[in-house]
C-alpha cells in the first residue's frame, strides 16, 4: 500500500495560472515533505520542503501548504510558466530523517 | 548541483548477465541510496547504505545487492539481469543536518535494458 499518494497522473494548465499538485500521506511519523521537479532524461531536483511545524513555505513562485490533520499537502505554482512542465514527485521522510517515500509522481504540462 | 555521478549510464544487456551500476559522490555524505522509477509506481528504494559497509534493504531489495566499501562509492549489482528489472536507476546522496528534516539529492540515473 503506497504510504505516499498523487492521485492526479497529469495535470494541464494555462500559462500565467496557478498550478496546485496535490499529495496525500498515510503515515503519522512523517514530519517533513519535500518535492522534487524531474523532466525527461534527467535526474529529480530539489524544489521545496517543509517541516511538520509549519503549515505553509514559500519560496518565489512555489509555495507548499501543509494539513497535518488531514495528511495532505499541495504544491501552488504561481503563475506557471512552459518551463514548469515536468514530472513533479511528493516525498516524506520520518523523524530519524534517513528514509524518504516517494509518491508516483504528476506529470504538469504548462500550455503556451 | 550535488556532485553524484552514476555509471554507466545507459545499459543494454541480456537476462540472465550480471550488471554493476557504480554511484560516485564527492559530496561526503554519510547517506547514500539506489531508487528505481517505473511509471505509476514513481520511485521505490532499492537499498541504502548510512555509512560504509553498512547497508539496509529498502523496499523493492529481491534481485539486487549492494556494496560500499568506500564514503564516496555505492553500488547495485543484479547478479542475474531479468527483464523486470529494466527500468532507470538513480542513486542519491543525503546527510543529517540537525535541522527539521534532511534533503535527498539524485544522480542522473542509469538506463538499464534487459534483454
Known amino acids: 500500500d503506497q504510504q505516499v499518494k498523487q492521485n492526479s497522473p497529469s495535470l494541464s494548465v494555462q500559462e500565467g495560472r496557478i498550478s496546485i499538485l496535490n499529495c496525500d500521506y498515510t503515515n503519522s511519523m512523517f514530519d517533513y515533505f519535500l518535492w522534487y521537479k524531474k523532466y525527461p532524461a534527467e535526474g529529480p531536483t530539489f524544489l521545496i520542503s517543509?517541516?511538520?511545524?509549519?503549515d505553509k513555505n514559500e519560496d518565489g513562485r512555489f509555495t507548499v501548504f501543509l494539513n497535518k490533520s488531514a495528511k495532505h499537502l499541495s504544491l501552488h505554482i504561481v503563475p506557471s510558466q512552459p518551463g514548469d512542465s515536468a514530472v513533479y514527485f511528493c516525498a516524506a521522510s520520518d523523524n530519524y530523517g534517513q528514509n524518504f517515500v516517494f509518491g508516483p509522481g504528476t506529470r504538469l504540462s504548462v500550455l503556451p | 548541483d550535488a556532485g553524484i555521478t552514476q555509471s554507466p549510464r545507459h545499459k543494454v544487456t541480456e537476462t540472465g548477465t550480471p550488471v554493476t551500476l557504480r554511484c560516485h559522490q564527492t559530496?561526503?555524505?554519510?547517506?547514500m541510496y539506489w531508487y528505481r522509477q517505473d511509471p505509476g509506481h514513481g520511485l521505490r528504494l532499492i537499498h541504502y547504505?548510512?555509512?560504509?559497509?553498512?547497508?539496509d534493504k529498502g523496499e523493492v531489495s529481491d534481485g539486487y545487492s549492494v556494496s560500499r566499501s568506500k564514503t564516496e562509492d555505492f553500488l547495485l549489482t543484479l547478479e542475474s539481469a531479468t527483464s523486470s528489472q529494466t527500468s532507470v536507476y538513480f542513486c542519491?546522496?543525503?546527510?543529517?543536518?540537525?535541522?527539521?528534516?534532511?534533503?535527498?539529492?539524485f544522480g542522473e540515473g542509469s538506463w538499464l535494458t534487459v534483454v
Open positions: 547504505s548510512y555509512g560504509v559497509k553498512d547497508t
Open positions: 559530496e561526503n555524505h554519510r547517506y
Open positions: 517543509i517541516s511538520s511545524i509549519k
Open positions: 542519491a546522496i543525503s546527510e543529517l543536518t540537525g535541522g527539521p528534516g534532511n534533503t535527498i539529492y
